[in-house]
Nanobody, 124 residues
């Protein structure tokens, strides 16, 4: 059964780091795109980053370039989001999601399986 479970969120000071994990069961990652999305209070959901089935990376948000890095461990069937130099505006619930097909150049609506989310709060 397909399941996505996020972990690694928490409270961190500005300038700090967190690594989010998305453990995926029920599929082989080679054939899917895995994206990270976030939603801040009162704002619409925003795409952050994506990794395709062949490991090709795609950034959705210019605001995270140079700070966030997505990666994948095929053995553990887990996708990570390393977040450095965190800012208060990075606060929100972070979700991982899966889309059939191994490309990332697509809209959030193409991602049809989602995790429950993990809260990230950046505050002093």
């Amino acid at each position: 059964q397909l399941q996505l479970v996020e972990s690694g969120g928490g409270l961190v000071q500005p300038g700090g780091s967190l690594r989010l994990s998305c453990a995926i069961s029920g599929v082989t990652l080679d054939y899917y795109a895995i994206g990270w999305f976030r939603q801040a209070p009162g704002k619409e959901r925003e795409g952050v980053s994506c990794i395709g089935g062949r490991g090709r990376l795609f950034n959705y948000a210019d605001s995270v370039k140079g700070r966030f890095t997505i990666s994948r461990d095929n053995v553990k069937n887990t996708v990570f989001l390393q977040m450095n130099s965190l800012k208060p505006e990075d606060t929100g619930v972070y979700y991982c999601a899966l889309a059939v097909g191994n490309w990332c150049d697509r809209s959030a609506g193409d991602f049809d399986s989602w995790g429950q989310g993990t809260q990230v709060t950046v505050s002093s």
